[in-house]
């Protein structure tokens, strides 16, 4: 199987965390507000022959529940899946959504609305059958908004 090598082909760019609310009766789930992060990867060569070049795509990590009042309570928190389960994390290559499990993903605060963001995503590729999985590792810069 083959291996994209997001490590040596891309780099993190500038994203953003936003916040919303969401609510599904069906299920029971109320009002609830949740944090999403969007990181741009800049465009790369997958390696992939069925897929158009350069890949243009982005992490996603979503269904963050994190009770939080302010977007400054954001820093110094760490959004690794093993404290929140219940968020997910993907990224488009291969022509499938490739689930992640987020590591690490640390966020300081560096003024008003603007974090850096630390993170290791351990994307499974193997999953849909896209290529070998692989760890990756990335500091960049996002701006909140609330959406």
């Given at each position: 199987?083959?291996?994209i090598q997001l490590q040596s082909k891309t780099k993190a760019l500038k994203g953003s965390i936003e916040a919303y609310w969401f609510e599904n009766e069906n299920i029971g789930l109320e009002n609830t507000q949740f944090h999403r992060i969007?990181?741009?990867l800049e465009p790369f060569d997958s390696g992939l022959d069925y897929e158009e070049q350069p890949v243009k795509t982005e992490i996603i990590?979503?269904?963050y529940k994190l009770g939080?009042?302010?977007p400054d309570d954001l820093d110094g928190l760490n959004l690794?899946?093993?404290s929140y389960p219940d968020a997910e994390g993907s990224i488009y290559v291969g022509t499938a959504h490739n689930w992640c499990d987020v590591k690490k993903l640390e966020i300081f605060k560096i003024e008003d609305a603007s974090?850096?963001?630390v993170g290791e995503i351990y994307v499974e590729f193997e999953n849909e059958g896209v290529a070998k999985n692989e760890l990756f590792k990335f500091e960049t810069n996002v701006v909140f908004?609330?959406?």
């Open positions: 199987m083959d291996s969007s990181i741009p990590l979503d269904w939080i009042s302010s690794k899946h093993e974090f850096c963001v908004s609330k959406a």
